[in-house]
């Protein structure tokens, strides 16, 4: 999926190409679309997308497990700066496991098939999936 008015795709594709109207229905219509999110290694674009992905867990709007590809511990600074939220009151330590981390793909696919996203809104143990914002 691609916003429309961006950059046209020009090299080899797989699976189905899908232009939408702007990165939000992007965004929206991809996490519909999805079993799981998992971020590589990457840039801005990247890191935006895991926020959202991870705020919306944390919020109840999905109960989709978020996987971390940690290659060669490309995320470690994230990580100690979430870790640093957390200590400091900003994100609560239950919100802290919405993120499966594993170094290889293998195992983050192993972790990401066995359900553990905890409820990160109430205390109780129930989660109530919803669809994320169109």
């Not at 170094?103 to 109780?124: A, C, F, I, M, R």
Request: glycine content about 8%; overall charge negative; hydrophobic content about 35%.
């Amino acid at each position: 999926m691609y916003p429309g008015g961006s950059k046209r795709i020009t090299g080899e594709t797989v699976g189905e190409v899908k232009e939408v109207a702007g990165m939000h229905q992007r965004k929206a219509e991809m996490a519909r679309q999805s079993d799981a999110f998992i971020a590589l290694p990457g840039g801005y674009g990247t890191l935006e997308e895991l926020l959202e992905v991870i705020t919306w867990a944390q919020l109840g709007i999905h109960d989709k497990p978020v996987g971390l590809l940690n290659v060669d511990g490309y995320y470690n600074a994230l990580l100690c700066f979430i870790d640093n939220a957390v200590d400091e009151g900003f994100i609560k330590p239950t919100a802290r496991h919405i993120i499966v981390l594993a170094p290889t793909p293998k195992e983050l696919l192993d972790k990401l098939e066995v359900p553990s996203l905890p409820d990160t809104t109430s205390s109780s143990s129930s989660s109530s999936p919803t669809s994320p914002p169109a």
